[in-house]
């Protein structure tokens, strides 16, 4: 499941307008906050949702991974660039 918190998505709103492409904006930007995530996460066991914050948006942190808590070899899976939190 992907989420978005509502300062990120104003964020991303914001962004491409400056840069005046309209959808092709959208989908850049998007690809530039969630590139290394796409690729790892399916690569991951447990992860049930992955949430685009503000700080994301901006490239001052990953995206957070919120894990299933039932899933018990996920912990030491997770690659150490990626911020993870448990519900």
């Known amino acids: 499941k992907l989420k978005f918190h509502h300062e990120a998505m104003t964020a991303v ?3 491409a307008m400056k840069r005046g492409a309209g959808a092709r904006s959208l989908r850049a930007i998007l690809e530039d906050v969630m590139l290394d995530i796409m690729y790892e996460i399916p690569s991951l ?7 685009i914050t503000l700080d994301a948006v901006h490239g001052d942190a990953p995206p957070i991974l919120v894990r299933d808590p039932e899933h018990r070899r996920f912990q030491s899976a997770v690659p150490s660039t990626i911020g993870t939190v448990s519900p």
């Open 13 to 15: 709103v914001v962004e």
């Open 45 to 51: 066991d447990g992860i049930r949702e992955c949430v």
